[in-house]
């Protein structure tokens, strides 16, 4: 197992829609750790790896068609966000 650094995405989306994401999510088998620092669900933080970032922004661009998801922000883990 490669040690790789952390790459973290933040999307918003609509309240309504964080659970089904979340389901969506589990069934692509790793391809991102989704996390919650908004009380109202609001915005996730997805956790990937280098190696997987540009298919995770892959399935975001299916996914936003359906949900209304808006990329915030990237950024590595220990870095500031940009």
């Known amino acids: 197992m490669v040690n790789e650094p952390t790459r973290i ?5 609509p309240a309504q829609h964080a659970y089904r994401f979340q389901c969506l999510l589990e069934g ?3 391809l991102a ?3 919650s620092f908004d009380p109202e ?3 996730l933080q997805l956790w990937t790896t ?3 970032h540009s298919d995770l922004l ?3 661009s299916t ?5 209304d998801v808006e990329l915030l922000a990237e950024w ?3 870095d500031e966000k940009k």
């Open 41 to 43: 669900h609001k915005k």
């Open 9 to 13: 995405v933040e999307i918003e989306l």
């Open 50 to 52: 280098p190696s997987q």
């Open 76 to 78: 590595t883990l220990g």
């Open 63 to 67: 996914v936003s068609g359906m949900m």
């Open 28 to 30: 692509e088998e790793g």
């Open 58 to 60: 892959d399935w975001l």
């Open 33 to 35: 750790v989704a996390r």
